[in-house]
């Protein structure tokens, strides 16, 4: 599916053997693997098959450190295996299963798996759980406990860098608690501190600084200080100018003062580093139409349709924009091929809308009161639909 809507490709499915098919021949390194985890290898090389899955871990592929990690399990119950297995899980959604894990990765180790795993599941309930399950206070008790543990450890072990680390990140999960309670100012001093302390450690551990200073500058955002906003991007760049979601940011700081010569520069620069990036071409396509570049904004849709072809709002924007431009004949040949079932009620009657506004260009009231009809069978209660609907009856000859 991906193939043919992203790259065009013509994809057949065929039952039986083929000449010359492609297939896997797994490497050296994954057949070394494969070859661990027959029973009753695994339990013999269980250092082996941990250290890979969290190489997959590592490298985004949390299917497989899963795999890897159930596997473990059935040999294995250890605080490392809840630990990855906690992780893979919470990578992949599976919030609940993850929060099993955290539990057990929590009871299973020392002072620190406790911390860590406490962390784990407060994140949990402040970010990841599904909404309904989200619980700030929650989240804040399980920080605290995790915080008053690593209060009991001695001088000496609490200034080693790794628990430094744990208390800085333990504080930015409280300093996000802060801010969602509106305590803005608070969250601030709690994440100059940890930048401050996060510098005075080896590189290895400073370079996570980079998560505080972003959300430093989402603090001065919410404050509508921009000038601070600006710069603790801009330091934020400095320490790590391979992230063009930074850029982005950035890009939406300059908006908000009218700079969008500025924002575009940003979301080109974003794109520059990841032209894979579908949110910096939507982001991009925002900004020019704005300036009233509707020929680029169009373009930068397309581009991001083409990377993302299941957001729909992409295809919308692009019609919004030919409109904004006049180009009402390229706008009515996209609408011919709009599906409107399957969309959410604000992109209904958002499509619904434009294309009335094309036949109406076209003379056409009668199609267009067939559209936002259409419209109002699938959400009877759209208030937004029925007054252009009700504009239309009474604006017609």
Same mark, same amino acid.
């Given at each position: 599916?991906?193939?043919?809507?992203?790259?065009?490709?013509?994809?057949?499915?065929?039952?039986?053997?083929?000449?010359?098919?492609?297939?896997?021949?797994?490497?050296?390194?994954?057949q070394?693997?494969?070859?661990?985890?027959?029973?009753?290898?695994v339990?013999?090389n269980?250092?082996?098959?941990?250290?890979?899955?969290?190489?997959?871990?590592?490298?985004?592929?949390?299917?497989?450190?899963?795999?890897?990690?159930?596997?473990?399990?059935?040999?294995?119950?250890?605080?490392?295996?809840?630990?990855?297995?906690?992780?893979?899980?919470?990578?992949?959604?599976?919030?609940?299963?993850?929060?099993?894990?955290?539990?057990?990765?929590?009871?299973?180790?020392?002072?620190?798996?406790?911390?860590?795993?406490?962390?784990?599941?407060?994140?949990?309930?402040?970010?990841?759980?599904?909404?309904?399950?989200?619980?700030?206070?929650?989240?804040?008790?399980?920080?605290d406990?995790?915080?008053?543990?690593?209060h009991?450890?001695?001088?000496?072990?609490?200034?080693g860098?790794? %628990?430094?680390? +744990? #208390?800085?990140?333990?504080?930015?999960?409280?300093? @996000?608690?802060?801010?969602?309670?509106? !305590?803005? *100012?608070?969250?601030?001093?709690?994440?100059?501190?940890?930048?401050?302390?996060?510098?005075?450690?080896?590189?290895?551990?400073?370079?996570?600084?980079?998560?505080l200073?972003?959300?430093?500058?989402?603090c001065?955002?919410?404050?509508?200080?921009?000038?601070?906003?600006?710069?603790?991007?801009?330091?934020?760049?400095?320490?790590?100018?391979?992230?063009?979601?930074?850029?982005?940011?950035?890009?939406?700081?300059?908006?908000?003062?009218?700079?969008?010569?500025?924002?575009?520069?940003?979301?080109?620069?974003? %794109?520059?580093? +990841? #032209?894979?990036?579908?949110?910096?071409?939507?982001? @991009?396509?925002?900004?020019?139409?704005? !300036?009233? *570049?509707?020929?680029?904004?169009?373009?930068?849709?397309?581009?991001?349709?083409?990377?993302n072809?299941?957001?729909?709002?992409?295809?919308t924007?692009?019609?919004?924009?030919?409109?904004?431009?006049?180009?009402?004949?390229?706008?009515?040949?996209?609408?011919?091929?709009?599906?409107?079932?399957?969309?959410a009620?604000?992109?209904?009657?958002?499509?619904?809308?434009?294309?009335?506004?094309?036949?109406?260009?076209?003379?056409?009231?009668?199609?267009?009161?067939a559209?936002?009809?259409?419209g109002?069978?699938?959400?009877?209660?759209?208030?937004?639909?029925?007054?252009?609907?009700?504009?239309?009856?009474?604006?017609?000859?």
């Amino acid at each position: 599916m991906t193939a043919s809507k992203v790259a065009g490709w013509s994809v057949q499915l065929e039952v039986g053997v083929v000449d010359g098919a492609l297939s896997h021949v797994p490497s050296r390194e994954e057949q070394e693997l494969l070859e661990a985890l027959k029973l009753p290898k695994v339990s013999e090389n269980a250092d082996y098959v941990y250290q890979q899955a969290f190489e997959y871990i590592n490298a985004g592929d949390a299917w497989t450190a899963q795999k890897l990690g159930t596997s473990l399990q059935e040999v294995e119950q250890s605080s490392r295996v809840w630990n990855l297995l906690a992780l893979a899980n919470a990578m992949l959604g599976q919030t609940l299963n993850a929060e099993h894990y955290y539990d057990r990765w929590s009871r299973s180790g020392d002072v620190m798996d406790f911390v860590r795993a406490k962390y784990g599941t407060a994140m949990l309930y402040a970010r990841h759980h599904p909404s309904g399950l989200r619980d700030l206070e929650t989240s804040a008790t399980l920080l605290d406990e995790a915080y008053d543990a690593l209060h009991q450890l001695n001088s000496g072990r609490r200034n080693g860098d790794d %628990v430094i680390f +744990d #208390e800085v990140f333990n504080r930015n999960g409280y300093a @996000l608690i802060l801010f969602r309670r509106g !305590k803005v *100012e608070e969250s601030i001093r709690l994440l100059r501190w940890g930048i401050d302390t996060l510098s005075g450690t080896t590189e290895n551990i400073a370079i996570h600084r980079t998560v505080l200073i972003y959300n430093l500058a989402q603090c001065f955002t919410q404050l509508e200080d921009f000038d601070s906003a600006l710069r603790t991007y801009e330091e934020l760049i400095g320490v790590d100018p391979h992230m063009p979601e930074y850029r982005l940011e950035m890009a939406k700081c300059f908006a908000r003062i009218g700079d969008l010569d500025a924002a575009i520069f940003q979301c080109n620069t974003a %794109v520059e580093s +990841d #032209e894979t990036l579908a949110a910096a071409w939507a982001q @991009l396509g925002v900004y020019e139409g704005r !300036k009233g *570049e509707h020929d680029k904004a169009v373009l930068a849709f397309r581009r991001a349709h083409s990377i993302n072809p299941e957001s729909p709002v992409h295809l919308t924007n692009v019609v919004y924009n030919l409109i904004l431009a006049g180009e009402h004949e390229k706008a009515l040949s996209e609408i011919v091929s709009w599906d409107i079932h399957s969309l959410a009620q604000p992109e209904v009657e958002r499509r619904v809308s434009l294309a009335a506004e094309v036949f109406l260009s076209k003379n056409n009231v009668t199609k267009a009161l067939a559209i936002l009809t259409q419209g109002l069978k699938l959400f009877p209660n759209s208030i937004y639909l029925a007054q252009n609907y009700d504009i239309i009856v009474s604006t017609k000859p």
